[in-house]
């Protein structure tokens, strides 16, 4: 059973930096995509970046430039980044694990709160 944990959350100044790190068990097969969504309060979740495999990274227009997706396949781990954090930036975020196959499998972790705050 394929288990997603993310980490790193917590309170930061605005202006500073913080890494997500998401920590996938169980074992994926060989073609995966893991990705970083977020979601106030009231609202949808929405997708923050992706990443394959393979190293080939995508990212919401909105924080192209501010967030950097990263892996370590050694460890099972996909990080996110995120420099120049404002309070419009306070959300739960969420790791996304599709397990690619016939049928994908898809996987949420129970998401790390980030809260930019003075």
């Known amino acids: 059973q394929v288990q997603v944990v993310e980490s790193g959350g917590g309170t930061v100044q605005p202006g500073e930096s913080r890494r997500l790190s998401c920590v996938v068990s169980?074992?994926?097969?060989?073609?995966?995509?893991m990705g970083w969504y977020r979601q106030p309060p009231g609202a949808q979740r929405g997708f923050v970046a992706a990443?394959?495999?393979?190293?080939?990274?995508n990212y919401a227009r909105a924080v192209e430039g501010r967030c950097t997706i990263s892996r370590d396949s050694a460890k099972n781990t996909v990080y996110l980044q995120m420099n120049a954090l404002k309070a419009e930036h306070t959300t739960g975020y969420y790791c996304?694990?599709?397990?690619?196959?016939?049928?994908?499998?898809?996987?949420w972790g129970q998401g790390s709160q980030v809260t930019v705050s003075s």
């Open positions: 996304k694990v599709v397990d690619c196959g016939a049928p994908d499998d898809t996987f």
């Open positions: 990443i394959t495999n393979v190293g080939q990274t």
């Open positions: 169980g074992g994926l097969r060989e073609l995966w995509v």
